[in-house]
């Protein structure tokens, strides 16, 4: 018996440490190197390659490696019957919150503007800004702990979701039919949607036409939310007034791209939601020896609905 | 009856504009056309020079604009008897919480850092720091506000002031003997404390010494707090890492001080603690009417304690 890390453009070492390090770690066998193919129980993926979950005929656990499944689902040769996991932490969902709240206070208290000033020896002070509430669309583990944390700042929040949601000081929107009335009144409209088909490109000239005249646009979900030329027209015509981006439809962000010199727009390079491998490696390990058990999994994710 | 405005540095329009909006306003002159001395009740002060309130012979009532009233206390020509308030609200304190929420998730998620690689079209993630350990030197109204914020979000908060206090999961060192103390675990040292003699260039070499190697100072308090010297040593020798400074001892900072272009040194023009005037307006006018109605008077100053 051995788990298998399946990983693209992620380095193994650190995860390996950390399995490696718990109790009762099976042998664990970094692709390309899978060894005998029988052998592998469990595979940890991110951007694997289409089809190569197929050559482990006694696969019993697809353990996302991150909180996104959309990579493996979007193999139109994944395996049937196998069960997928997908990695979901407080370290995660807190992190993600600090994320949003430091997105917030930036933008209200103009902090990269006065390092603009202070590059430029100019002393002008201003007021904070007043406006205080946001939109999350997705409602999920990371939604829902990046609300309550805006909430318990102070924060008016209201989030927007598939289904309605029960979550104490926060107003829930849902389905298609209210997804404009989210956004109407939000200072800011924070995306932490997991990818479908059905969100691709949501962060776009239709949504921002619905938004309150100025809103600041927070995408922390997946760079295919945002439609680009869309935010930049947006910026442009000031019907959004600026941007804090972390992720990006390509990854690094190309050096042309107009992003880098916008004035208008906040980049970071995908840095909201970092997998913490210690937590990784405990959670998969729980969940592999559940499935050889036939317990049930933690985290399991429903095809179906794609998270 | 009059209430004088006599305002060094400040505009006065907005805050006479609130004050005429309150019912039962007395009329209000603003210094130095203080009309008939005699008429003077209240004096709202800020910055005022030596030995001016003595002009006034029915003053009732000496009302800081501001939280401190260092400048108020140090006029050795200061009318004896006449109580002396400060302002005290709740803007404030969120205000300043929120400020030095940002300045620690801007430091612990290296936003400013991914501001300049933005500049310079770098794609270069790394991970949030760790260290959430703070220590706040002051735990008045704006130390303790700004502590309980920072314990639900997740800080480590220590508190160091004269005398000990009771605050729900803020360790409490007191007195001289734990100043050093106080600040040897924090990762973060943030200076809210009053100016007074005792505590005047209290951020100074010898602290810097006695802190954790590497830690961030946060000034919010008053710009003599900082020995600016004994900080660019110790950036200098990376005792401590960086500063987010929001005080200077001269405001606004002149543009040849090396503050400025200190690479390590994260720079805002006073504005973690802007008065909100029409909070002002309010709270003077109860007071005013309080010490008419020989009341007991809010936020009241010990000259002793010097806040």
Redesign the interface.
């Known amino acids: 018996m051995a788990i298998l890390l399946l990983l693209n453009q992620v380095d193994p070492t650190l995860l390996e440490k950390h399995l490696k390090a718990l109790p009762d770690c099976p042998q664990v066998r970094i692709w390309p190197n899978a060894g005998e193919k029988n052998d592998i129980k469990c595979a940890i993926v991110w951007k694997h390659d289409e089809g190569v979950l197929n050559d482990f005929p006694n696969l019993k656990l697809i353990a996302s490696y991150g909180a996104g499944v959309e990579n493996i689902l979007s193999d139109p040769a994944l395996p049937e019957n196998v069960p997928i996991t997908r990695f979901v932490d407080d370290t995660l969902s807190?992190?993600m919150a600090?994320?949003v709240?430091?997105a917030i206070?930036?933008h209200?208290?103009?902090?990269?503007h006065?390092?603009e000033?202070?590059a430029a020896?100019v002393?002008?002070?201003?007021?904070?800004l007043k406006g205080k509430n946001v939109t999350i669309l997705g409602m999920g583990e990371l939604g829902a702990v990046t609300g309550k944390?805006l909430v318990?700042?102070?924060y008016i929040v209201s989030g927007w979701s598939r289904s309605q949601k029960q979550i104490e000081s926060i107003k829930s929107y849902y389905g298609d039919d209210q997804l404009r009335l989210s956004v109407s009144d939000a200072d800011y409209i924070v995306c932490l949607l997991p990818l479908t088909p059905a969100t691709t490109g949501i962060l776009n000239k239709e949504l921002f036409s619905h938004a309150k005249k100025g809103a600041h646009v927070i995408n922390v979900g997946r760079g295919d939310h945002l439609n680009e030329e869309d935010l930049l027209d947006a910026l442009y015509n000031q019907q959004i007034s600026s941007a804090t981006l972390d992720v990006y439809s390509t990854?690094?962000?190309p050096?042309d791209h107009p992003f880098?010199?916008h004035p208008k727009i906040?980049?970071?390079?995908?840095?909201a939601s970092?997998t913490d491998k210690e937590q990784v490696a405990r959670q998969i390990l729980e969940n592999y020896n559940r499935v050889l058990n036939d317990m049930p999994l933690n985290n399991q994710v429903d095809p179906e609905k794609a998270y």
Chains 1, 2 share one sequence.
């Open positions: 807190s992190q600090e994320y709240l430091a206070l930036n209200r208290l103009h902090i990269t006065y390092r000033l202070q020896t002393w002008n002070s201003g007021e904070f944390s318990q700042n102070g990854e690094p962000l050096s880098w010199k906040h980049m970071t390079p995908h840095i970092a």
